[in-house]
């Protein structure tokens, strides 16, 4: 089902939130380099922000960057602690519903961490595929179509990984350990962000 962006950016927009709608990736990456500006990044797992081509636009003009993805495996938590301190938290959502709710599921918890108590000025962007109905089907969303993929991508062995499918698990690789809703930006934000893309981005 396609939802009309510019109605969700308005219910995001009622709720607090700082959202606009991009009708291309290009548009979107201007927008997100334009709102961060000379600032330091931190970045979460994010294919979408992957795609964007941001860390490497960021790098070029000079921005201090933070990414656990590009660096090597004993840096990693470092680099996760770096991310939620630096001035811009930069990431997408699992899902967002037609009322302008935010659905997360994360199964370490940096990116939440990062989304709700890190950078006081956060940007997502999410690509239209991650519009739901309601919370019921961005769970579901967020099960079938990001679980067992980011399971794959990065080599676990859960049953998701595997099947495709959420057995709801319990091995130490477990992805969905952390869920949270966020209904409005929280006391602490400056300025919480969305660039809602008209194109089917991320996982």
Same mark, same amino acid.
């Given at each position: 089902m396609e939802y009309d962006l510019l109605t969700v950016a308005k219910r995001l927009n009622e709720r607090g939130f700082l959202a606009d709608v991009a009708k291309t990736p290009e548009e979107a990456k201007t927008l997100i380099l334009n709102y961060i500006g000379d600032r330091?990044?931190?970045?979460?797992?994010?294919?979408?922000?992957?795609?964007?081509?941001?860390? #490497?636009?960021?790098?070029?003009?000079? /921005? #201090?960057v933070y990414w656990h993805w590009k660096v090597e495996k004993p840096q990693v938590e470092e680099t996760r602690i770096k991310a939620i301190g630096a001035d811009v938290y930069?990431?997408?959502? /699992?899902?967002?519903?037609?009322?302008?709710?935010l659905i997360n599921i994360d199964g370490t918890g940096n990116r939440l961490a990062g989304m709700i108590y890190?950078?006081?000025?956060?940007?997502?962007?999410?690509?239209? /595929?991650?519009?739901?109905?309601?919370?019921?089907?961005?769970i579901a969303r967020i099960k079938r179509d990001a679980c067992g993929p980011n399971a794959r991508r990065q080599g676990?062995?859960?049953?998701?990984?595997?099947?495709? #499918?959420?057995?709801?698990?319990?091995?130490?690789?477990?992805?969905? /350990?952390?869920?949270?809703i966020t209904?409005?930006?929280?006391?602490?934000?400056?300025?919480?962000?969305?660039?809602?893309?008209?194109?089917?981005?991320?996982?």
């Open positions: 330091s990044v931190g970045i979460a797992g994010s294919a979408t922000v992957r795609d964007l081509g941001l860390y #490497e636009a960021l790098i070029a003009r000079g /921005n #201090e930069l990431c997408s959502s /699992n899902a967002i519903t037609e009322d302008g709710r890190g950078p006081k000025t956060v940007i997502l962007a999410v690509g239209r /595929n991650k519009i739901t109905k309601d919370y019921e089907s961005a676990f062995q859960t049953p998701c990984a595997i099947t495709g #499918e959420c057995h709801d698990c319990r091995p130490p690789m477990r992805m969905c /350990n952390v869920t949270a209904e409005y930006p929280s006391r602490r934000h400056q300025a919480f962000r969305i660039i809602l893309i008209d194109e089917d981005m991320g996982l």
